[in-house]
């Protein structure tokens, strides 16, 4: 079945620093998801981007469908932008089924 | 207020008992999803249903039984068959008309604990 490979796992930074979190699939997909998942659990939606290039505020994201990844930049990090941001991929065939990542976990530290 | 309940937040149960866990949405989503959270790991899809009275397994349906009698409500039972049930349920809708185009964002409920004593 589709890989779905999160980079890196784990991710600390300082208040106000930027980073780029990778996600890598094995297959043609029907769209991509970004999701933050906060410490209570619950997945808000931040892209649904299955090709080209979308932001809102301090984040953006880009997928390269051709070359199988997409990228999520976070700038001028906050503490509240701490939490798991997974990747989601939809296989080919219109069935709507998610395949997620196992995450990238990121601290923000003041 | 539009959007996914799912109740209860948390949920114990004895060994051999089963347990259905509740999800609604007023957001008139075709489609509807169950994914299972264990800790540090990714989201893993257990069943989705496009359309009322349909539903299609997903990646570890085992132990685990639906309905989807109303387009709002999409109840999950986790039944004694599943062996290792702790973990985190979380419940998502989605605009997916059954066949065609790629499904729209999907939107996730606030999450059902459930713990195995």
Redo the contacts between chains.
Sequence with gaps: GIQ?EQSPPDLILQEGANSTLRCNFSDSV??L?W?HQNP??????LF?I?SGTKQNGRLSATTVATERYSLLYISSSQTTDSGVY?C?V?LAG??????????TTLQVKP | DGGITQSPKYLFRKEGQNVTLSCEQNLNHDAMYWYRQDPGQGLRLIYYSQIVNDFQKGDIAEGYSVSREKKESFPLTVTSAQKNPTAFYLCASSIKVRGLGPADTQYFGPGTRLTVL
């Design positions: 779905v029907n769209n998801q999701f209570w659990g619950q997945l808000i939606n649904y299955p997974f989601a939809e219109n069935t709507g089924k998610l395949i997620f990542g196992q995450g």
